[in-house]
T-cell receptor
Framework: GAGVSQSPSNKVTEKGKDVELRCDPISGHTALYWYRQSLGQGLEFLIYFQGNSAPDKSGLPSDRFSAERTGGSVSTLTIQRTQQEDSAVYLC?????????????FGPGTRLTVL | GEDVEQSLFLSVREGDSSVINCTYTDSSSTYLYWYKQEPGAGLQLLTYIFSNMDMKQDQRLTVLLNKKDKHLSLRIADTQTGDSAIYFCAETTPMDSSYKLIFGSGTRLLVRP
């Protein structure tokens, strides 16, 4: 299967530690998105990549959150000095990057628990 | 501003039709989507509708769009126990070059045998 993959599937960390979450998009997809799903906030957009650049970072909740994408493919989302409110499922999606009905395909997510 | 709202819960009997409703506020929305999320799984796209359409049918799924009332619905015919999941509606707008999805809170559908 050539779907979107994410790793790790589960991550438990202690408050104050840094974590890195990885997303492997579908081959050939130029657009990549990170979303967060939490009980209190539902599904929220975090950041959008077109190629290696991130023209829309408007959803990142604080400067502890950053993301990069290299080679127009793999993306990592980094959360520094994690807080308990960062506990959520982090979802990655990719698409062809066309205008219009550009279907986003989602990965299974990384469940982050901050103790 | 952008806001998408859904009722939280729907329970139906197996074989009945299910209707999940969604309202949105952004009148410039271009595409409206329905995603399905099963327990422990990611989001699966079910269908989408362009904002200049009124209806779209795909096998057991029928999407109705009322642009005047900014109301979107998903009808599932002959609902099966495998349809039990959370259903999210989402929108994108032409004002947003990222085409990011704005999601509703999700409707949990429970299908009783």
């Amino acid at each position: 299967g050539a779907g979107v993959s994410q790793s790790p599937s589960n991550k438990v960390t202690e408050k104050g530690k840094d974590v890195e979450l990885r997303c492997d998009p579908i081959s050939g997809h130029t657009a990549l998105y990170w979303y967060r799903q939490s009980l209190g906030q539902g599904l929220e957009f975090l950041i959008y990549f077109q190629g290696n650049s991130a023209p829309d970072k408007s959803g990142l909740p604080s400067d502890r959150f950053s993301a990069e994408r290299t080679g127009g493919s793999v993306s990592t989302l980094t959360i520094q000095r994690t807080q308990q409110e960062d506990s959520a499922v982090y979802l990655c999606a990719s698409s062809l990057g066309r205008r219009g009905a550009d279907t986003q395909y989602f990965g299974p997510g990384t469940r982050l628990t901050v103790l | 501003g952008e806001d998408v709202e859904q009722s939280l819960f729907l329970s139906v009997r197996e074989g009945d039709s299910s209707v999940i409703n969604c309202t949105y506020t952004d009148s410039s929305s271009t595409y409206l989507y329905w995603y399905k999320q099963e327990p422990g799984a990611g989001l699966q796209l079910l269908t989408y509708i362009f904002s200049n359409m009124d209806m779209k049918q795909d096998q057991r799924l029928t999407v109705l769009l009322n642009k005047k009332d900014k109301h979107l619905s998903l009808r599932i015919a002959d609902t099966q126990t495998g349809d039990s999941a959370i259903y999210f509606c989402a929108e994108t707008t032409p004002m947003d070059s990222s085409y990011k999805l704005i999601f509703g809170s999700g409707t949990r559908l429970l299908v009783r045998p």
